[in-house]
């Protein structure tokens, strides 16, 4: 997930802010751990680039909360 991530990085010429470090790594840890994460806009951009293979977090933007309610409620029912 990191090298996927810093393709994108790389190669879309995304400019770089000092924040970014910590952005970076609240988004990884939990795209690679997590079944769904919510980034802001400028890291939901760069996650969906990265093209994930199947096993990786679902990735919602802010703007998708209800979506995410939705996919967790049926998620929820197919666990249990």
Known sequence: VNNLCMRVLCNDSIRIEPNDAMDFTHAIVPIAYCDAVVLDKKWDDIA???????GYARVYRVTEIPALLNDLRWWRWWRD
């Open 48 to 54: 969906r680039k990265m093209g994930l293979p199947d």
